[in-house]
């Protein structure tokens, strides 16, 4: 009998939110409560002499319960030397404050923050505290999930601080900029559930822009992803993002994106 109820459980898990998992953004969910997971992102940007710029990101996530999660990520690249070095970290939590929920469709709004410390270089206009800034972020997100497709927004508020301890954020710069962010994902496989053992195959298309609040200047990327989802709790995501326009300084755009994740459900009691 409790085997019945965790698969009835994991297909309606599946089948509600594997389409919103995106590759470049949150969604407003959340991950399971009382879940703990692991995440790996690895980024391979061309910098415009050639060079490639890795950056790896392991990342701890924890599912406290239905409206908070929160995660702890690690900043590891080449960038500095050529060989790698860990260059800082963030702690990031989401707030799901409104659930609107149905039969095969929701809509969900969240807040979430971010603070970041980070030692490396300052290199460019962008202000990204996930992997180049030491500063803080915070954000509103609003998801609708129809059936199989889920769509996705996002606007933020990110300020950039000095990288310590040998780096001050240039005062000729920008120090803070408005992010916002459009997602949209489709299940594509399985058509129709037999298991929760099916592998899920999702396609995703998102749109990440951002406007500096000083000098107005701004970019907008495009990232087309897929996504494979195994037994219901192991995800890998194959992601590409490139820049559509921008009229500010950003070192390394263009590029993939590998990322692997594993769930352990029901970790805490």
Known sequence: MRKIVLIAFLLIHLNSFSQELFVFTEPASNMPAKSLGFRDMNGFFLEKDGKLNYHNMPEL???????????????ISNRQDGGFETEGGSFYAKYRFFSNDALKKHFRMALYGRYSFNKADIHQQEIETMGHNSGYEAGFIATQLLHKVAISSSISYERAL?????????????????????SAG?????????????????????????????????FLDIAPSVQFIFNSQARVDIGYRRQLYSTMERTAPNGMVLKFEYLLFNVFK
Do not use: C
């Open 61 to 75: 996530m924890w599912g406290i319960n239905k409206k908070w999660m929160v995660h702890a990520q690690g900043f």
């Open 162 to 182: 000095d990288n310590q301890p040998n780096y001050k954020f240039p005062s000729t710069e920008s120090n803070s900029a408005m992010n916002y962010t459009l």
């Open 186 to 218: 489709k299940l594509m496989l399985p058509k129709v559930y037999t298991s929760y053992k099916q592998v899920n195959m999702n396609l995703m298309l998102e749109f990440i822009g951002q406007r500096l609040n000083d000098n107005q200047k701004s």
